[in-house]
């Protein structure tokens, strides 16, 4: 417990010196922003004169943010996520720690737990200047489901941090690591429709979470429980995984 | 009683095998010099008593503490210095030694104090609140030898501790390494730098191709295996002095480097007694100038050449 404290509080340094936490919030935030405003302004960006664009909603507006936070956001969680832990092996950070009565439990949970404050600074900061702007330009998109939207996305978020980190933990190479990261994302995403997968794949997350802001709540639990299961699971793999390596 | 002890430590890397059976015993308060040519399986050695890779097969015990890979327990009480320190870069050198200092559990004003005096050990604090990205090889040596050290480690693993230092720093950290010995810590070193292991250590142990080869004390190892030569230097060119020597029933072999400025003899004796009455006879008789006269003192490298049966050197 005290060397996961002391882990915790230095990755969470990390997370703030390194710029991490700065660049996150900063790129929530503009995408929060920029979805309202966009909708808002796309009748001066494109001149309509053959076509007429329809009335946009805060309903939109919410789906369209929400889908860039699945993808934007998936992204950006890979790249902070690919190198955590296989970077420090190959640098030989990992084993000047890991030589310390330090272990490798801590080590990996506390660089999950630190970047999953850092998406949730993220998110935070992106719901509130999606939601603000949308209210003033279009209309209340409905505090309630919107927060519960936008946690879910962060769910989706962590999970991401916790299926990169088990590669991280297998490969020494961190662009392998995040390219299978991403393919696995991908395929999840890509098959969230099909029988099965459309109630338990984590890929099949967003579109709670689009349902939820919508206000028609979550249809199928099962993609939520499964989600939260398979987070803790791989990082028990990733532990696992880890144990046995060469430092 | 032993603080590090190996028993068949075996570790073999896909085919490649590093260690073949080791068997290490080292005493409480020694400074134990671990030698061995490149590729040899020091540093594995020393990775698999930290805790920081698994043998394939065999035992170890440090401390009386059966070595398990990342074990705490017997982490908390050993210090270990890897062969190429690497650290987070965005941190100063201070910030990096209180986070290994909470690592160990120190308390806030304990660490404070530890810190200090271990940067001012290795010299390094003017540039304690420098970013760790900026500095040199040797500060990074010495900021690896001052983290190693945070928690009065009861053995401490140094990985060739002097390879980057300067002559400075390589005399620090001996005098360190001595006083580290008065206050019985273990230490158990690797190098290849043999004069620093002549200065501090009291047992030698030379590992070849993951076996041990020889283990005995620095003066031992000299006496065994130091060549038996003598330097002889004219200040004249001096053809004749060789064929003088070869005459002779006591020696063995003679090395002879022709200049302008003079002639240099390495002579390998037979009989070392023999050959400290005789020699100075034979120079005085041969009529030429005498500028040098010395028997060379024999040094652990020669053990090591020798042992190692690679190329002898310059007798
Ligand atoms: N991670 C690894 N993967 C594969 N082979 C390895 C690995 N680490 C070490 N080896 C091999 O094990 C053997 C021993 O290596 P080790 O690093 O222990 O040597 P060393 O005595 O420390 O050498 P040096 O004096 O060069 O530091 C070498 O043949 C090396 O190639
Ligand atoms: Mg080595």
Redesign the interface.
Known sequence: M??LR?ML??ELR?QL??YRLLIVAAVFFLFGLGTPLLFNYLDVLIPAEDFVLPEFTATDVVEEYLSTVAQVGMLATILLAMGIVASERD???A??????????GAFILAKFLALSATLAAGAIVGAAGAYLYTFVLFDDPGAGNFAAANMLAWVYLVFATSLTILFSSHFKNQLAAGGLALVILIVLALTSGLVVMREFSPGALMTEAQSLAAGAGIQNWGVVAATLTLIPLLLLAAWHVF??K?? | MPVILCRNLTKVFGKTPALDKLDLTVDEGTIYGFLGPNGAGKTTTLKILTGLSQPTSGQAWVDGIEVQPNSRHLQSRIGYLPEEPSFYTWMSAREYMKFVGRIFNLSPGENDRRCDQLLELVNLEEAAGRRIAGFSRGMRQRLGIAQALINRPKVLFLDEPSSALDPFGRAEILETLNRLKAEATTVFLSSHILADVERVCDIVGIIDQGRLVIEASVDELRRRFARSVFVVEFEETAPAFAPLLDALPWIERVHTEMGTEGARFSIRVKDMVTAKQELPRVVAASGFTLRRYETEMPTLEDAFLQLLGRKDSNA
């Open positions: 005290h060397s002391v509080h230095n990390y010196r390194s640098r030989g950070t084993a000047m720690t890991l030589s310390k009565p330090v272990g490798v144990r046995k060469e430092l």
